[in-house]
C-alpha cells in the first residue's frame, strides 16, 4: 500500500499539490479556488487549536452538520491529531444526536450553526463527557461556552510555533489499524451502530477507486451528499486522492442551480436525485414542451456531464437506459458502510441492471441462503461496544454478510434482487422483492414513493405518494383544482390514474408479484415522520406501525379498489 494512514496520504498530496486547486468554495456570490497549500493551513490550524481546547490522541469527536468546507476540515484536522472523526447527520433529531455522542463518547462536538445548537442545547445535560462545543457558524448562538469556528482557527495559528512538532508526532503514531472514523449506520430497526473504519480501510477504497479510473484529474465534480453517509463521505476523499477537483454546492436546495455553474463531468447521487430529474423531463415532454433531446437532458446537470455514479439505494433499470440513450453513461455502484465498496460497473465492462463486479482486491460470494458475502481489506474493523453484533454479521475468516439478497451471473456481475430482512413471502409460499417492483412503479412520473405489502397475505398491496408537480399538471389538464394536495389525493379521477398506472405496471410483472390493490397517503414519507432512514431508505416496519389500519384494510371486505388516503 502505497501510504500507511490517511494522515500521510494527506501530508503528501498537500507537498506536492501545494499550488494546485484543491477544491472550490462560493464565497459573497463568487467561486473561489483554495489551494492545497491554503487547505493544508486551515486543517494544521484547526487541529492545533482542538489540542489546546484539550483534544487528545484516541479522542472522538462529532461533526453535525450537512456537507460544507468546515465540515471536511474538521474531519481531516481531527483525525491529523490522532482522533476518531464521527459523523451525525444534519436531519438527526436531538434523540438520535444524544444517542451519538452518548454512545461515542465524544468530548467535542463540532456543530453547523443556530438550528443544529437548538437540537443540542437542551441535551447538552445530559452528556458529561461532552467538553466542548464549536460551531461552523455562531451567529444567533447566545452561549459562551459554544467556541466560534474562527476563533478555534485563530488558536491554533498561534499554537503553531511551539506545538506544531507535538501534531506531527501525533500524525505519525496513528497506525494503519487504528479507527480513523465511527459511521452510525442509519438502519432499519433499532438504534443506530457505529461501525469503525480504519486508516487501512480508507486507503484501500482510495486506491481501488484510483485503479477503477473513473475519477481523474481531469474531471471535475460537486461536493454535496451528507458526510456521516459512507457514499458522500468517501466520493469526496477518494476524489481528492484521484486529483479530481470539487465544488462544493452551496446546500441541497441550491444543487440543481448550482450544477448550472460549476458544470461537472461527473455526478456522484443517490437514485433520489436521478429519479426527480427523471420525472421532471418526462412531464415537460408530456406537457408538450420543444423536444426531450440528449443536449437538453445534459444541461439538467451543467453540459458537460460525461457519467452519472448511483450509489446508496436500487436504481430503476429504466432510468440508467434514460440517461444513456442522451450520451451520458450512468454506472451503479454498490457498497455498504461496513464494507466500502463491493461492487462496480466500470466506463468499459458494464450492465444495466446489475451493480457491477467487484473492484481489484474485493471478494465475493454467495451464501446458501442467497445473501451477498464479501471479504476484502475494506471491511470494518467492527463495531463500537456491540462484540456480539460484530460476531453475527463477521466470520472468523473475514467474511461480512451484507444482508443483501444477489446472484452472479457468468461474467461475474453481481445482481442484488433484495434486502434479506425485506423479502416478501406470500401466503402462496412466492418469495417476492419489493424494492424491485416499488422502484418499477416510480417509473411513473406521478408515483413518487412506494411501499409494497404483503407478507404471509393472499395478494400484495401497495402504499404510494404523489409527485406534487406533475400530479398538479395532470389535475390542471383535467379541469382539477390541485390547491389542495390533500384534497387531489383523494380525488377519485386521481385514485382511477394511480390505479391505471398500477395496472400498466402490473403488466411487467409475474402474477403472484402483481399489486392487487393501492393507497395514496397525503404526505411523503420522511426522516421526520420515522418512515425514512438518513439515506432515504424505506423503514418498513415503521410504515407498518403508522399505517396499518390501512395496510390491513385491504386485506378486508368491502370496497378494496378505491385507493383514497388515510
Not at 444526536?97 to 452518548?102: E, K, N, T, W
Not at 444543487?255 to 455553474?261: G, H, I, R, S
Not at 444541461?299 to 439505494?313: D, E, H, K
Request: hydrophobic share 40%.
Amino acid at each position: 500500500m502505497e501510504f500507511a494512514t490517511v494522515n500521510s496520504m494527506y501530508e503528501r498530496l498537500f507537498r506536492v499539490r501545494a499550488h494546485l486547486p484543491a477544491y472550490h468554495v462560493k464565497r459573497n456570490g463568487a467561486w473561489e479556488a483554495v489551494s492545497w497549500q491554503a487547505y493544508r493551513e486551515k486543517v494544521r490550524d484547526f487541529a492545533l487549536g482542538l489540542m489546546a481546547l484539550g483534544m487528545e490522541p484516541g479522542d472522538p469527536v462529532s461533526i453535525l452538520g450537512a456537507t460544507r468546507e468546515e465540515w471536511d476540515l474538521a474531519d481531516k484536522a481531527v483525525q491529523s491529531a490522532g482522533g476518531v472523526a464521527v459523523g451525525i447527520y444534519h436531519s438527526n433529531t436531538p434523540q438520535q444526536v444524544h444517542h451519538i455522542l452518548d454512545h461515542s463518547e465524544s468530548g467535542f462536538l463540532v456543530l453547523e450553526n443556530e438550528l443544529q445548537w437548538r437540537k443540542v442545547e437542551p441535551i447538552r445535560r445530559g452528556l458529561p463527557r461532552l467538553r466542548r462545543t464549536i460551531a461552523m457558524d455562531s451567529a444567533g448562538i447566545q452561549d459562551p461556552e459554544v467556541v466560534p469556528f474562527e476563533d478555534v482557527l485563530r488558536l491554533g495559528r498561534k499554537q503553531e510555533p511551539t506545538r506544531a512538532e507535538e501534531l506531527a508526532r501525533r500524525s505519525a503514531a496513528v497506525k494503519p489499524d487504528d479507527t480513523a472514523i465511527i459511521f452510525y449506520t442509519s438502519g432499519t430497526t433499532g438504534p443506530p451502530k457505529g461501525a469503525m473504519l480504519t486508516h487501512k480501510n480508507i486507503l484501500s477504497i482510495c486506491g481501488a477507486i484510483r485503479n477503477w479510473g473513473v475519477l481523474t484529474p481531469q474531471e471535475t465534480t460537486v461536493i454535496w451528499l451528507p458526510m456521516p453517509h459512507i457514499y458522500g463521505r468517501l466520493m469526496a476523499l477518494a476524489s481528492a486522492y484521484c486529483g479530481t477537483v470539487g465544488w462544493y454546492a452551496e446546500s441541497v436546495e441550491r444543487l440543481m442551480a448550482n450544477l448550472q455553474e460549476i458544470r461537472p463531468t461527473i455526478f456522484y447521487s443517490v437514485p433520489r436525485i436521478f429519479e426527480k430529474v427523471h420525472t421532471q423531463l418526462i412531464g415537460q415532454a408530456a406537457g408538450g414542451a420543444d423536444g426531450l433531446t440528449p443536449e437538453r437532458i445534459r444541461q439538467v446537470f451543467g453540459g458537460r456531464i460525461r457519467i452519472l455514479l448511483s450509489g446508496g439505494a436500487p436504481i430503476a433499470k429504466e432510468i440508467l437506459e434514460f440517461f444513456h440513450a442522451a450520451g451520458i453513461l450512468p454506472l451503479e455502484i454498490y457498497g455498504i458502510t461496513e464494507t466500502l465498496m463491493c461492487a462496480i460497473n466500470r466506463p468499459e465492462k458494464y450492465r444495466f441492471g446489475s451493480v457491477g463486479s467487484p473492484p481489484d482486491g474485493v471478494e465475493l460470494r454467495i451464501g446458501a441462503d442467497g445473501e451477498i458475502l464479501v471479504r476484502s481489506d475494506m471491511v470494518f474493523k467492527g463495531y463500537l461496544k456491540d462484540a456480539a453484533k460484530t460476531r453475527e454479521a463477521l466470520s472468523k475468516d473475514g467474511w461480512y454478510a451484507t444482508g443483501d439478497i444477489g446472484r452472479i451471473d457468468d461474467d461475474g456481475f453481481l445482481w442484488i434482487t433484495d434486502r434479506k430482512k425485506d423479502i416478501l413471502i406470500t401466503a402462496g409460499g412466492k418469495n417476492v422483492a419489493p424494492q424491485n417492483i416499488e422502484n418499477l412503479m416510480k417509473t411513473s412520473p406521478y408515483i413518487s414513493q412506494v411501499m409494497v405489502y404483503g407478507d404471509r397475505k393472499p395478494y400484495l398491496t401497495a402504499l404510494v405518494t404523489l409527485d406534487a408537480d406533475e400530479i398538479r399538471k395532470w389535475a390542471s389538464s383535467q379541469g382539477i383544482d390541485g390547491a389542495d394536495l390533500k384534497a387531489l389525493c383523494s380525488h377519485s379521477r386521481v385514485v382511477d390514474l394511480v390505479e391505471s398506472v398500477v395496472r400498466e405496471k402490473n403488466e411487467e410483472l409475474a402474477s403472484y408479484e402483481q399489486i392487487k390493490y393501492v393507497r395514496i397517503l397525503p404526505e411523503e414519507f420522511s426522516q421526520e415522520s420515522g418512515t425514512l432512514t438518513a439515506t432515504l431508505k424505506l423503514r418498513r416496519r415503521e410504515v407498518v406501525k403508522r399505517y396499518g389500519d390501512l395496510l390491513e384494510g385491504m386485506y378486508k371486505g368491502g370496497e378494496h379498489g378505491k385507493g383514497q388516503q388515510q
